[in-house]
């Protein structure tokens, strides 16, 4: 917890010293340590649930009395707090005795607290640190990282702890590629799952390492994807496999839809009147065809597949592969779910049947394309407008569409599927 300081009116404040990568903090304010702010078991702890290791000072010479002593109090009981002393108070209140105080508080926190030789003092159950640096200080009070991962800040991480003994981990990748990472998590005795954001599917990753009070799980993140990683089970045995793979067997590919797709496009919306063949999957912008070109809105895709037999043990995904920005999949009419982030794919087996299966997609774009395309018209024949436009006829277009390869897969296969051209 970042205090942010008394000496002016302020909402936030600064990391000072920077925190490592592999923790989370919050700012706080006087009102808040005073008000609410107690210890329980060696950890500052919040009304609401919320603990925190170290209390941080800002890097200021002023504290007012009262507060001083609420934190007095907290070290007593247990707190860690880091920074520098105090040597008088902000406020005009009760001179010159309120400085006075500050500096007797301050001295017997602080004590000889020297930053080039002795760092740290204990005082009561808790201890003063100054002149450490977070990674210095985590190490001396023997606190690992809550989620450790690269360094690069690729990987953004949140935390949330339930009072049943979950712990839900949320990691985001925040590139545009691939990431396989393998995060050590605060995390002893339980076994991680793998929560999809977008879908709510979940299921048990067996690839971990429990060791040293912390638990790494090998994960592959898509570019930009999100997943939920969730402790909420004793693990019944240690993992022997830290390989990503055994957390993400390899689907086997039973059909490739990316083929001979009917697309039709709404005609209010400038596309064409017809349904168009698309013999492959493609990007729109690629069209010589305005009305493809430059088309913003819904655009249905059409398909079909023949399945000989299902085998009721087994799951079958379909996978559109990319596709800007959102869609939609149904399955013999039935709405399978939507997509509009990696990875880009559904289960799909309660709504497949044997013998001949359709697909359906709705592909839907914003409508950049379509101010760009109609800045190429003379006025009256344009549909769109807006006030501030940061496009011109010559601006690059947004790639949009359905790009596939578009595939029906299992991990372990479904009997014979077949594809019809």
Same mark, same amino acid.
């Given at each position: 917890? !970042?205090?942010?300081?008394?000496?002016?009116?302020?909402?936030?404040?600064?990391?000072?010293?920077?925190?490592?990568?592999?923790?989370?903090?919050?700012?706080?304010?006087?009102? +808040?340590?005073?008000?609410?702010?107690?210890?329980?078991?060696?950890?500052?702890?919040?009304?609401?649930?919320?603990?925190?290791?170290?209390?941080?000072?800002?890097?200021?010479?002023?504290?007012?009395?009262?507060?001083?002593?609420?934190?007095?109090?907290? +070290?007593?009981?247990?707190?860690? +707090?880091?920074?520098?002393?105090?040597?008088?108070? =902000?406020?005009?209140?009760?001179?010159?005795?309120?400085?006075?105080?500050?500096?007797?508080?301050?001295?017997?926190?602080?004590?000889?607290?020297?930053?080039?030789?002795?760092?740290?003092?204990?005082?009561?159950?808790?201890?003063?640190?100054?002149?450490?640096?977070?990674?210095?200080?985590?190490?001396?009070?023997?606190?690992?990282?809550?989620?450790?991962?690269?360094?690069?800040?690729?990987?953004?991480?949140?935390?949330?702890?339930?009072?049943?003994?979950?712990?839900? !981990?949320?990691?985001?990748?925040?590139?545009?590629?691939?990431?396989?990472?393998?995060?050590?998590?605060? +995390?002893?005795?339980?076994?991680?799952?793998?929560? &999809? =954001?977008?879908?709510?599917?979940?299921?048990?990753?067996?690839?971990?390492?429990?060791?040293?009070?912390?638990?790494?799980?090998?994960?592959?993140?898509? =570019?930009?994807?999100?997943?939920?990683?969730?402790?909420?089970?004793?693990?019944?045995?240690? %993992?022997?496999?830290?390989?990503?793979?055994?957390?993400?067997?390899?689907?086997?590919?039973?059909?490739?839809?990316?083929?001979?797709?009917?697309?039709?496009?709404?005609?209010?919306?400038?596309?064409?009147? &017809? =349904?168009?063949?698309?013999?492959?999957?493609?990007?729109?912008?690629?069209?010589?065809?305005?009305?493809?070109?430059?088309?913003?809105?819904? %655009?249905? !895709?059409?398909?079909?597949?023949?399945?000989?037999?299902?085998?009721?043990?087994?799951?079958?995904?379909?996978?559109?592969?990319?596709?800007?920005?959102?869609?939609?999949?149904?399955?013999?009419?039935?709405?399978?779910?939507?997509?509009?982030?990696?990875? !880009?794919?559904?289960?799909?087996?309660?709504?497949?049947?044997?013998?001949?299966?359709?697909?359906?997609?709705?592909?839907?774009?914003?409508?950049?394309?379509?101010?760009?395309?109609?800045?190429?018209?003379?006025?009256?024949?344009?549909?769109?407008?807006?006030?501030?436009?940061?496009?011109?006829?010559?601006?690059?277009?947004?790639?949009?569409?359905?790009?596939?390869?578009?595939?029906?897969?299992?991990?372990?296969?479904?009997?014979?599927?077949?594809?019809?051209?």
């Amino acid at each position: 917890a !970042y205090f942010i300081g008394e000496d002016t009116p302020k909402m936030t404040g600064i990391t000072d010293p920077p925190l490592p990568i592999g923790y989370q903090y919050d700012y706080i304010n006087a009102e +808040v340590i005073e008000r609410d702010m107690t210890v329980k078991n060696g950890l500052l702890t919040l009304p609401h649930g919320t603990q925190y290791r170290i209390l941080v000072l800002p890097q200021l010479e002023t504290m007012r009395p009262g507060l001083l002593k609420k934190i007095r109090q907290l +070290v007593q009981a247990g707190a860690v +707090v880091m920074g520098p002393a105090p040597r008088r108070s =902000p406020s005009l209140q009760n001179q010159p005795e309120a400085d006075k105080e500050v500096e007797r508080i301050a001295d017997e926190l602080w004590g000889d607290i020297d930053e080039k030789s002795a760092k740290f003092r204990f005082f009561g159950k808790g201890t003063v640190i100054n002149g450490m640096n977070m990674e210095e200080a985590m190490a001396f009070i023997k606190c690992v990282p809550d989620c450790k991962l690269p360094k690069d800040n690729s990987i953004h991480y949140g935390h949330r702890a339930l009072k049943n003994g979950t712990e839900i !981990y949320f990691i985001s990748n925040q590139t545009n590629k691939e990431q396989i990472i393998t995060p050590e998590f605060r +995390v002893k005795g339980m076994q991680p799952e793998l929560w &999809e =954001p977008t879908t709510g599917y979940t299921r048990l990753l067996p690839a971990f390492d429990d060791k040293n009070g912390v638990t790494a799980v090998p994960l592959k993140l898509a =570019p930009f994807e999100s997943a939920f990683i969730v402790f909420r089970h004793k693990s019944g045995e240690k %993992a022997t496999s830290y390989n990503p793979e055994a957390n993400y067997p390899a689907t086997q590919l039973v059909a490739d839809l990316s083929r001979n797709w009917t697309v039709t496009f709404d005609p209010l919306r400038g596309g064409p009147s &017809e =349904p168009v063949r698309f013999d492959s999957l493609k990007d729109w912008t690629t069209f010589s065809d305005n009305a493809i070109k430059y088309y913003s809105g819904t %655009a249905i !895709y059409e398909n079909h597949f023949t399945i000989d037999s299902l085998w009721n043990t087994h799951e079958i995904t379909i996978d559109l592969g990319k596709l800007t920005a959102m869609g939609k999949v149904y399955i013999n009419d039935s709405y399978a779910g939507g997509v509009w982030t990696y990875p !880009y794919r559904l289960k799909i087996t309660p709504f497949l049947k044997k013998g001949t299966n359709t697909v359906k997609i709705e592909i839907v774009n914003n409508w950049m394309n379509r101010l760009i395309g109609d800045l190429n018209l003379p006025q009256s024949q344009r549909t769109t407008w807006c006030f501030v436009n940061p496009y011109n006829k010559d601006s690059t277009l947004q790639p949009s569409g359905l790009f596939g390869p578009v595939t029906l897969c299992t991990s372990c296969g479904i009997g014979n599927i077949h594809y019809n051209h």
